[in-house]
């Protein structure tokens, strides 16, 4: 496959198996059980996304990164989870950023699909965060 397509795939992957990791590690920090759940599912579509990615880069004859992206020590090395939230939110957009940055160029109907796909997942997760941030939900006192 197309060297660059791979190395776009293998970054996103890595940028997906981090957020699904921060996710994880923020579960404990939420003090609303709605909080807890919301940061489960999406940390659950992250790791969709990075094994989609991996399944995407085997299928046009590639081969998967399965290293994780440096964001996880960005996102520990702040205290409060507010702020760790809108730092995952900023890193889930420049995401979408490089995703439909890339789409047009992107020949294979599936992988452009998906790509889409993801894209909008990470929209509306984004959305949900940022209102679960406007209700305090991240504040310590919930
Ligand atoms: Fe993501």
Redesign the pocket.
Known sequence: MDQELEDFLNLMGE??RA?GRVLHELIDLAQSAELRELLKKVGH??GY?AGELAGQVRRLGGKPSNRTGDFVEKVRAIAALPDKLALLNR??RW?IKRINEKIPAIPDENLKAFLTVMAQG?ELNIGALEEALRRGLAQAEH
């Open positions: 940028a997906e957020g579509d992250e996304y890193g889930q995401v990470h």
